[in-house]
C-alpha cells in the first residue's frame, strides 16, 4: 500500500501545496484525488514517485519510505500519466510507448508486441504507431499516457487526469474499458481527477481534498455520498446525491418485492390468490420459461373479456443500476419495475421501497 503520514509539501515561495496529509491507499484499490484548482492533486501524486520531494513527513510503498529506494528502483514500479499526456514531441506515438520496455531492454520483438497490444488496449488505430504525439487529437494523446504507463506492466499506476481531454461519449467508453482492465490486473491506482462523476464511477475510495491541500474527507463513494462530513464536500459533490448512490448499485442487489405471477391459463381464484398474496389489483403473466407475457387486471378475469394480456415493458437487466431502475420507474404505469436476467427470464420484481431499502 501507499501511505502518506503527516506530508507536507511546501514549495521555495512559501505556497504550502499539501498540508499535513494522512492517507493510505490499499493495495490492488483504485484511490482517487478530488478537489478544486491548485488544491494539491498534481503535487501529491508527484511526490509518490519523487518528481516532487516533501518537505516534512514521509510517503511509505508497502511499508519502505519511498526516500530510501533509488530513483530508477522506485519509478520503475509505477507507471505514470501526466496531467497532460506529457510525450515526448520528438518521438513516434510507438517510440513513446516503448519507453520503459526499452530501458529494461527488452528485446525489439517483444517491444513491438507490447506496443501493438497496448495501441488496441486503449482504443487507438494500429497506424498511429508511427505517427508522432501532435499528429494526434489531445484525448488521443492522453490515451498513448496512459498506454506508456502501462507498458511495463507496472504494479502501481499514478494518473493525472487522464481522461480529461476527451468528450463526455468517449470518456465514459473509456472509463468503462478502464475499470474491465482494472478488474483483470488488479492494480494500485492512484487517479486525480476534478469530475466527481468519474470519481463516483471509477473509485474504490475518494479522497477529497479542500483549498490549501488540506484533506476533507476520505471515503468509499457510497459513503461520501450518504455522509458528507462538511459543507464544503457537500457542494463539492453536487445535486442529487441520492440519485448518485443509486446509479453506485446494480438492480441485481436490490431486494425485490412479492410479485403477483400467474401463468397464462391461471383462472380468475388463482389470479385472484396472487394478487391478493402480493397486494396488488394486477398480475403478471409468465409463459413456461419464466418470460414475460405482459399483465392483467383482476377484473379482466370476471369479466371475461378473452383476456387478452396488456403488454408490460417496465424491465431492467440485474447489472442495470438502480438509477436506471428508477427512470424506468417514474414511466411505469403500476409502479414496478420487472428485474430480467441474462437470459432475459423474469427475476423478481422492484418498487420504489426496494429503492429505498439500497439506500438506507
Ligand atoms: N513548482 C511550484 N512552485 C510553486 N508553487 C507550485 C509549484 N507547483 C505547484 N504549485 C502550487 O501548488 C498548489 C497545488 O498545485 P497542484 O498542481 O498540486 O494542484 P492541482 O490540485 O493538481 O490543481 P489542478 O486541478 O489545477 O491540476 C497550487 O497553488 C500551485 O500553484
Ligand atoms: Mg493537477
Redesign the pocket.
Known sequence: MIEFSSVTKR???G?V?VDSLDLTMATGELTVLV??????????LRMINRLDEASEGTIAVDGQDVRSRSLTDLRRGMGYVM?HSGLFPHRTIGDNIATVPRLLGWDKKRIAARVDELIDTVGLDADMVARYPHQLSGGQQQRVGVARALAADPPIMLMD?PFAAVDPIVRKRLQDEFLALQERLGKTIVF?T?DIDEAIRLGDRIAV?GEG?HLAQFATPDALLASPQSDFVVDFLGAEPQLKRLSLITAGRATPVEAPVVAPDADAEAAATAAHRAGTDWVLVLDGERRIAGWHRLEAYRQDTGRAVERFDATVSAADTLRAALGVLVLSQLGVVARLDEAGRFDGLLDQSSLNRALC
Open positions: 514549495f521555495p515561495d505556497t501545496a478537489g478544486p484548482s491548485g488544491c494539491g492533486k498534481t503535487t501529491s496531467q487526469e486525480v476534478h481534498f491541500g
